[in-house]
């Protein structure tokens, strides 16, 4: 198993609980890995399976999803059936041979920018003890 080079990390992050838990670890200066980007959303149950899928085949090595707790979701509990929709996802990327570990999706407040540092870092370094997707990209890139 070689590891990926470049741990690329995509996080879609709900702008009520992890967007404000990336913030807080900004402002606290938490060392977190330089490879990851956090893009914005209303609600991680807004982030729709093709997002992740596109995220992946632009060269993302994991994507996570965070959002607000299930049950303290400010949009009628949508995070409830984006992680059913992200579990069936799962299966899919498995199916793939992206593999389903490649996908995290992870609930919090806005006050736990300790626990959202953290859950960056592990994931990070999970990601890391992968094997690359190099492979994956090549027979992608052979089917167009």
Known sequence: MSPVADTNILV?????????????????RTELPASFRV????????????AVIRAFASGA???????CHVGGCRFNDANHP????????????DTTGIGGDRLLLGFG???????WADT?????????????????????AGDR
């Open 120 to 140: 960056i870092r592990d994931f990070h370094r999970h990601v890391e003890g992968l094997p690359s997707m190099e492979s994956w990209m090549t027979s992608v």
């Open 82 to 93: 984006a992680l059913k929709r992200l579990e069936l996802l799962r299966t899919l990327l």
């Open 61 to 67: 090595a994991g994507v996570a999803v965070l959002g």
């Open 39 to 50: 893009i914005p959303v209303e609600c991680a149950g807004y982030v729709e399976p093709d």
């Open 12 to 28: 879609f992050a709900c702008r009520w609980c992890g967007l404000i838990g990336a913030d807080g670890a900004g402002r606290r």
């Open 109 to 115: 407040t806005a006050h736990e920018h300790h626990q």
